[in-house]
């Protein structure tokens, strides 16, 4: 409890040592006992000679604290003795890392170690700490940037969230929209096409109830003048009701039920799909097939690509099942790429591509379908180079920059179709299982002269083609 820093209040000013049954003068100065009782005729302060009384009290809060003071002093120098020899602990063991007495040296316990002094080794230590705590402090400042960052991207995760939920509230608002002018439309038009065909069935109808009515007016006459006996009345009445030209019921016609509300009555929804796709931003892009190399076949349309297989050739190993593929695509309006024409610099990873017009700025996306197919790409062209998914017939690849490969994210499901979302604004390049719009792997690219582009390997199978969706 008394530590050195003020243990010196605790000491006697005569003997230089803690207090032993401290007693303290009428001046205020404390003393031993004996230090200031050891000669009767002395009875003057050693500090200040003030004449004190012979009937000297202890003061009992000094002693205490004296005590735990020696107490605390005690514990110290034992704990620097050696436990076993009970010699103070002078060296530090480098091989043991702990404090031993010169016996323990000697012993056998610590034949062969390396000794340093006490005072050497913390020395040496200290300075160790030193280095330590530049590097810890090097490294906790790395730590409260990182931590900055981190709250960056978080506060910056929260807005993109934020912004996100907005955007997708504002699309489902105006698709909602959409739909509710478009439901208003499609039944006020079923509305009117049923008041028509109403309308013509209700004069039809007051056609036949006037036929009705006349046909039973006749059918009265008939019957009243079945009763007349004179023949010269009946013959009058006769002759002057055959002379009128009632019309007969089978002049009469009958408007059906012709309701015709086609083709909403049986394609609606499919109807309306095709509608709304013209309010979505950005529409699928219409590409353009246009092949690459001769082995390459490109269908009348420009949407199905399939490859010419070539002849085995004796003494002739492929090594590179893409070495003999590629295409690009085209717009009516916008861009065009023409892909390689050169199978030799197409294999060693650099193809001869020259884009012609490139996608411009904004959000692009387009979709391809892949069958069953075994080697394909689907992907872009950026400065000469491919990023691209890629299908060996094993595994799905990503492929980058000049020829490099890697694995994809796992692919749980083989896609049919691959849709391919480029966004220009964050240079992300985005592949998706289009069945299920389950993202497959994002990669960035860069954002110069970029096209989109596909391939087939060599020994693809042309029945079941590389095909460029529609819509």
Same mark, same amino acid.
């Given at each position: 409890?008394?530590?050195?820093?003020?243990?010196?209040?605790?000491?006697?000013?005569?003997?230089?040592?803690?207090?032993?049954?401290?007693?303290?003068?009428?001046?205020?100065?404390?003393?031993?006992?004996?230090?200031?009782?050891?000669?009767?005729?002395?009875?003057?302060?050693?500090?200040?000679?003030?004449?004190?009384?012979?009937?000297?009290?202890?003061?009992?809060?000094?002693?205490?604290?004296?005590?735990?003071?020696?107490?605390?002093? $005690?514990?110290?120098?034992?704990?620097?003795?050696?436990?076993?020899?009970?010699?103070?602990?002078?060296?530090?063991?480098?091989?043991?890392?702990?404090?031993?007495?010169?016996?323990?040296?000697?012993?056998?316990?610590?034949?062969?170690?390396?000794?340093?002094?006490?005072?050497?080794?913390?020395?040496?230590?200290?300075?160790?700490?030193?280095?330590?705590?530049?590097?810890?402090?090097?490294?906790?400042?790395?730590?409260?940037?990182?931590?900055?960052?981190?709250?960056?991207?978080?506060?910056?995760?929260?807005?993109?969230?934020?912004?996100?939920?907005?955007?997708?509230?504002?699309?489902?608002?105006?698709?909602?929209?959409?739909?509710?002018?478009?439901?208003?439309?499609?039944?006020?038009?079923?509305?009117?096409?049923?008041?028509?065909?109403?309308?013509?069935?209700?004069?039809?109808?007051?056609?036949?109830?006037?036929?009705?009515?006349?046909?039973?007016?006749?059918?009265?006459?008939?019957?009243?003048?079945?009763?007349?006996?004179?023949?010269?009345?009946?013959?009058?009445?006769?002759?002057?009701?055959?002379?009128?030209?009632?019309?007969?019921?089978?002049?009469?016609?009958?408007?059906?039920?012709?309701?015709?509300?086609?083709?909403?009555?049986?394609?609606?929804?499919?109807?309306?799909?095709?509608?709304?796709?013209?309010?979505?931003?950005?529409?699928?892009?219409?590409?353009?097939?246009?092949?690459?190399?001769?082995?390459?076949?490109?269908?009348?349309?420009? $949407?199905?690509?399939?490859?010419?297989?070539?002849?085995?050739?004796?003494?002739? $190993?492929?090594?590179?099942?893409?070495?003999?593929?590629?295409?690009?695509?085209?717009?009516?309006?916008?861009?065009?790429?023409?892909?390689?024409?050169?199978?030799?610099?197409?294999?060693?990873?650099?193809?001869?591509?020259?884009?012609?017009?490139?996608?411009?700025?904004?959000?692009?996306?387009?979709?391809?379908?892949?069958?069953?197919?075994?080697?394909?790409?689907?992907?872009?062209?950026?400065?000469?180079?491919?990023?691209?998914?890629?299908?060996?017939?094993?595994?799905?690849?990503?492929?980058?920059?000049?020829?490099?490969?890697?694995?994809?994210?796992?692919?749980?499901?083989?896609?049919?179709?691959?849709?391919?979302?480029?966004?220009?604004?964050?240079?992300?390049?985005?592949?998706?299982?289009?069945?299920?719009?389950?993202?497959?792997?994002?990669?960035?690219?860069?954002?110069?002269?970029?096209?989109?582009?596909?391939?087939?390997?060599?020994?693809?199978?042309?029945?079941?083609?590389?095909?460029?969706?529609?819509?």
């Amino acid at each position: 409890m008394a530590s050195a820093s003020y243990r010196a209040e605790l000491t006697c000013s005569v003997c230089q040592d803690i207090f032993t049954d401290p007693v303290s003068l009428t001046c205020g100065h404390s003393f031993c006992r004996e230090c200031v009782t050891g000669s009767p005729e002395q009875r003057a302060c050693p500090c200040c000679q003030a004449v004190y009384a012979a009937n000297l009290t202890t003061n009992l809060t000094l002693k205490k604290l004296a005590n735990t003071a020696k107490e605390d002093l $005690r514990n110290k120098v034992s704990s620097w003795m050696c436990a076993e020899h009970e010699e103070k602990l002078k060296l530090f063991c480098e091989t043991d890392q702990q404090l031993v007495c010169v016996i323990c040296r000697d012993g056998e316990e610590h034949d062969g170690h390396k000794f340093k002094p006490i005072k050497e080794a913390a020395q040496i230590r200290k300075q160790g700490l030193e280095d330590t705590m530049q590097l810890l402090i090097g490294q906790n400042r790395t730590t409260e940037d990182l931590i900055k960052t981190q709250e960056g991207e978080k506060m910056k995760l929260k807005q993109k969230s934020q912004h996100l939920k907005v955007q997708i509230s504002c699309h489902f608002d105006e698709m909602q929209q959409f739909l509710k002018r478009r439901q208003k439309e499609i039944q006020e038009d079923l509305e009117q096409k049923n008041k028509e065909a109403l309308n013509e069935m209700e004069v039809n109808l007051g056609r036949l109830k006037t036929h009705l009515s006349e046909g039973r007016e006749r059918e009265n006459w008939i019957r009243s003048e079945g009763d007349v006996s004179e023949p010269e009345a009946f013959l009058k009445g006769w002759a002057e009701k055959m002379r009128e030209q009632p019309s007969t019921a089978a002049e009469m016609t009958l408007v059906p039920e012709s309701l015709s509300f086609s083709p909403y009555s049986s394609h609606l929804q499919f109807l309306v799909w095709k509608e709304m796709l013209q309010i979505i931003k950005p529409l699928p892009d219409r590409l353009i097939m246009t092949p690459g190399n001769a082995k390459l076949t490109v269908s009348h349309d420009g $949407r199905s690509m399939y490859s010419t297989p070539e002849p085995p050739v004796f003494g002739r $190993r492929h090594t590179d099942p893409f070495s003999h593929f590629g295409s690009g695509f085209s717009t009516p309006t916008t861009y065009a790429l023409s892909t390689p024409t050169s199978s030799e610099r197409f294999s060693s990873g650099q193809p001869d591509c020259a884009v012609s017009a490139p996608f411009p700025d904004g959000q692009h996306y387009w979709e391809v379908e892949v069958g069953l197919g075994a080697l394909w790409e689907v992907g872009v062209t950026h400065n000469n180079l491919i990023t691209a998914l890629q299908y060996d017939g094993q595994q799905y690849l990503i492929k980058q920059d000049r020829g490099t490969a890697s694995p994809s994210s796992p692919v749980t499901d083989a896609p049919r179709k691959i849709g391919v979302y480029l966004n220009c604004e964050t240079n992300e390049l985005s592949f998706y299982n289009a069945d299920n719009s389950m993202l497959i792997h994002t990669i960035v690219v860069g954002m110069q002269n970029v096209a989109p582009y596909c391939a087939v390997g060599y020994d693809r199978v042309s029945p079941d083609p590389l095909k460029v969706c529609w819509y």
